[in-house]
């Protein structure tokens, strides 16, 4: 089993950044990719990135290619999303994902979700 907890949620202006966190702890975490998804108000959980467990490898969904970063650090087991130039679209639930592969919603394991909101 694996336990993710995200945090660095926040307020954000248009065209700002912030970098989310997600620390993971349980077993068999070496083997494990990571991924960030997104919910925002009334649409579908879409994903927004995913990692390689050796942490190559990065995939971004389009709507953020240029723009996001997702980075693994694996002595300490947190994978990061570091955000710049956001967007109000960006206003979502943002999850850590582990255990699976690509940007649809089939992974093992999901943190409980931090909050963007990108406004002025």
């Known amino acids: 089993q694996v336990q993710l907890v995200e945090s660095g949620g926040g307020l954000v202006q248009p065209g700002g950044s912030l970098r989310l966190s997600c620390a993971a702890s349980?077993?068999?975490?070496?083997?494990?990719?990571f991924g960030w998804f997104r919910q925002a108000p009334g649409k579908e959980r879409e994903g927004v990135a995913c990692i390689h467990w050796r942490g190559t490898s990065p995939l971004y969904a389009d709507s953020v290619k240029g723009r996001f970063t997702i980075s693994l650090d694996s002595a300490d087991n947190t994978v990061y999303l570091e955000m710049d130039k956001l967007k109000h679209e960006g206003t979502a639930v943002y999850y850590c994902?582990?255990?699976?592969?690509?940007?649809?919603?089939?992974?093992?394991?999901w943190g409980q979700g931090t909050q963007v909101t990108v406004s002025s």
């Open positions: 994902t582990g255990g699976g592969w690509g940007l649809s919603a089939r992974w093992h394991f």
């Open positions: 349980g077993s068999g975490l070496e083997y494990n990719n």
